[in-house]
C-alpha cells in the first residue's frame, strides 16, 4: 500500500509543478516588454494685440479761451496702430457743460482726413469725414464704436497711421447767451480687431 501512495502523491506534486509553471509562462507572455515609441512636438501659441498710440492721440489739442463769434480751433491727430494686428477704429465725443448756457449747442465741429504735407491742419482741405455739425452732448464723429464694422469705420494695419484734422467753430451767429461758456468735451478714438468681427 505504501509504494500506491508514494506514487499518487508524486503525480500530485508533478500536476502542480506543471500547473505553476504554466502559470508563471501566461504571466510572462502578458507582463513581458514591448517596443514603444514617441515623439513629441512642441507649439507656441502667441495672441495679437490692438492698440491705438495713446500719446501721439494725447496730443490733440483743441482747448481754446476766449473764444468769439467767428472763431474756431483746429488740432491735427495721429491716430497710429501700435498692434501687431489689423484693427478698426471710431472716434465720438460726449461734451458737458459746467454752467447752464449749452455752449456745446452752438459749437460746430468738422472732422477731415490730413492729406496736404506739413505738420498742421492750417489748409484743413483733406477728404471730409465728419461734415460740419453741431458739437452737442455727444455724437459719432468717424464711423461708430458699436462692434463690428459700421458706415465709416477707419481702417489701419499694424504700425500704420492716419492723420485727422478736427476744427470746432464758434458761428457768426451764436446768441449773447453764450458769453463767458465753457463747454468740455471728450474725444474718444474706439479701437477693435477686424479679423473674425
Request: net charge neutral; glycine share 8%; aromatic share 6%.
Amino acid at each position: 500500500m505504501k509504494p500506491v501512495l508514494v506514487a499518487h502523491r508524486k503525480l500530485a506534486l508533478l500536476a502542480l509543478a506543471t500547473l505553476s509553471a504554466a502559470a508563471i509562462g501566461a504571466g510572462t507572455l502578458f507582463t513581458g516588454a514591448l517596443f514603444t515609441d514617441q515623439v513629441t512636438n512642441n507649439a507656441t501659441f502667441t495672441t495679437g494685440t490692438i492698440s491705438l498710440d495713446p500719446t501721439k492721440i494725447a496730443a490733440l489739442n483743441l482747448t481754446s479761451a476766449a473764444m468769439m463769434p467767428g472763431d474756431n480751433t483746429t488740432g491735427l491727430v495721429e491716430v497710429k496702430n501700435n498692434g501687431t494686428a489689423q484693427l478698426r477704429y471710431a472716434v465720438s465725443q460726449t461734451s458737458t457743460n459746467t454752467d447752464t448756457k449749452a455752449l456745446y449747442s452752438q459749437l460746430q465741429v468738422t472732422v477731415k482726413m490730413h492729406d496736404t504735407a506739413g505738420n498742421t491742419c492750417t489748409a484743413f482741405d483733406g477728404t471730409s469725414l465728419y461734415a460740419a455739425a453741431t458739437l452737442g452732448a455727444s455724437s459719432n464723429l468717424v464711423g461708430d464704436p458699436t462692434q463690428g464694422a459700421q458706415t465709416g469705420d477707419r481702417t489701419l494695419t499694424a504700425g500704420s497711421s492716419d492723420f485727422l484734422c478736427f476744427r470746432v467753430s464758434l458761428p457768426l451767429a451764436a446768441p449773447n447767451s453764450v458769453q463767458g461758456a465753457t463747454t468740455t468735451t471728450t474725444f474718444a478714438f474706439n479701437a477693435e480687431q477686424t479679423a473674425n468681427n
